[in-house]
């Protein structure tokens, strides 16, 4: 019997595919080849940015903090803040720096309350506390 000739096998692999598989001892049928270029840094960002939503919807936090000085007053903003938002988003905790900026904001729970809930997306707030 007479034994056919082999045909050599397409190599579909390049060089620089078989050197890298090589190099990390990787069998080259692993190796794949890379169409695309990487993304630039800007690009990447954004589409991490749009797969995770950020930047597309305002939530209570980024809409109260943007609107603190009107809420509080020019004078009281710098010497207290909004910390937390309850679990069930009725609740609202303020640190004030001191004692009489404590008692001064206990004084505007009210108008303050009535502010935030002025607010777009900020209309669920029944209670101000402050510590």
Request: aromatic share 6%.
């Amino acid at each position: 019997m007479k034994k056919k000739p082999k045909r050599p096998r397409k190599n579909y692999l390049t060089d620089e595919v078989k050197l890298v598989s090589s190099f990390m001892n990787l069998p080259s049928g692993f190796a794949q080849k890379r169409t695309s270029h990487p993304l630039s840094m800007e690009n990447l960002v954004e589409k991490v940015w749009e797969d995770w939503g950020i930047g597309e919807e305002e939530t209570q936090e980024s809409i109260i903090s943007g609107n603190w000085q009107k809420i509080v007053g020019r004078t009281l903003s710098g010497k207290c803040a909004p910390v937390h938002i309850s679990n069930d988003g009725k609740t609202i905790q303020i640190r004030a720096a001191s004692g009489p900026v404590k008692q001064e904001l206990g004084f505007r729970k009210k108008e303050i309350l009535k502010k935030i809930n002025a607010l777009k997306g900020c209309r669920s707030f029944k209670e101000v506390r402050i510590y």
